[in-house]
């Protein structure tokens, strides 16, 4: 069970960060091409929520 959990993680993770890094690249365009504030903070937000989820299902990884 723990092996097959550990690897729906490892999957998750994968996921989770090419998002992260997706966004990334989006608020550095949206910063290049002066997009409002608000936009470019709520994909702040959103990346940094990603962040969490990554971080803590790393946590979870190293517990299995």
Same mark, same amino acid.
């Given at each position: 069970?723990?092996? !097959?959990?550990?690897?729906? @993680? #490892?999957? =998750? &993770? !994968?996921?989770? #960060?090419?998002?992260? =890094? +997706?966004? +990334? +690249?989006? @608020?550095?365009?949206?910063?290049?091409?002066?997009?409002? +504030?608000? $936009? $470019?903070?709520? &994909?702040?937000?959103? #990346?940094?929520?990603?962040? %969490? %989820?990554? $971080?803590?299902?790393? =946590?979870? &990884?190293?517990? @299995?």
């Amino acid at each position: 069970m723990g092996k !097959i959990n550990a690897e729906k @993680i #490892k999957t =998750r &993770l !994968i996921h989770l #960060k090419k998002q992260h =890094r +997706d966004l +990334d +690249d989006g @608020i550095i365009t949206a910063f290049k091409m002066h997009t409002e +504030d608000q $936009v $470019v903070s709520k &994909l702040k937000l959103k #990346k940094l929520h990603l962040k %969490e %989820e990554i $971080v803590q299902l790393e =946590r979870d &990884l190293e517990e @299995i």
